[in-house]
């Protein structure tokens, strides 16, 4: 099953830009960016963020402000917090020297068991598995059997992973669960592995969780080509510091310039757009157009922009 796997791995792997480096680094920022968020999604962020903080040493002297602003729209933005955290860490104590250990790994922000495990066997070679969603299905079906502790998961993971070519393994793996064995329509005809499968076809999809709906309405305000943004309180839980439009009252009757439906975490918004004269807004600032990618600007405000070409291109 290894050589079916790593073979198969070899020549049919997606060809993406971290894939193209063992830099610690750079899989470090792949990693955490690709946590739920698609791959396709990724690219761009990826390569923008490394032209922008192109080592741990550019990422710890940044402000807050300019990782959250390379960072908008991926969503998530306390994983982008820990990270630059996590770099002014590694800089402060292992003397700018990225740990290559799972164990050192795991004791920086933000860095749970799979990402040192996936780091530490990409990066270093460490014979370490890692176990995702995609890890987790592809082990289930294998096995022939529900996974639903994970200690026994990565045991499992564990026992299979091959301690030559640990990164390539786990990429293998991951890869497998991403391209061919998929959640509910598993691709068993052209899987390399298939002879090896406890379980061919089965769907193994775990329940979604409860999906609450919600109606918000934000003003849009113009003077020439500045937008009128808001900054969410430091307090917030979510999305806190970031730049949004202001939130305007439900029952507001004002001309609707748009709807979109957004999603986040386990809300899906049903969202209007409508106008705000400058003379209405408070508590904000007038941003140019120039000025607007400096900003760490939610991706729903950025949404809304860009489907009124206000977005900068």
Partial sequence: MRKRLLRWFGQEQRELPWRATRDPYCVWVSEIMLQQTRVAAVIDYYNRFLQRFPDVHALAAATEADVLAAWSG???????????????????????RFPNTAAELKTLPGIGRYTAAAIASIAFGEAVA????NVERV???????????????WGEAEKLLDPRQAGDWNQAMMELGATICLPTQPKCLVCPVREFCGDPGRAAKKPQGIRHK??????????????????RPAHEALMS?????PLCDKNRESELLLTLKHSITNSDYKVQI?????????????????????????????KALRAKNLWPT
């Fill in 214 to 231: 919600r109606q918000l309405v934000y003003g849009l305000a113009r003077r020439g080509r500045s937008i009128y943004l808001v900054q």
């Fill in 241 to 245: 510091g970031m730049w949004e439009l």
């Fill in 139 to 153: 082990l289930s079906r294998v096995l022939g059997k529900d996974l639903r502790d994970q200690s026994e998961a």
């Fill in 74 to 96: 991926l969503g998530y933005y306390r994983r982008a917090r820990a990270m630059r955290t996590a770099a002014q860490k590694i800089i402060q104590e292992y003397g700018g």
């Fill in 274 to 302: 409508v106008t705000l004269k400058a003379s209405e807004v408070v508590g904000g600032k007038w941003v140019s157009e120039a000025k607007m990618r400096t900003l760490p600007i939610t991706g729903l405000a950025r």
């Fill in 130 to 133: 890692v176990v995702d969603g």
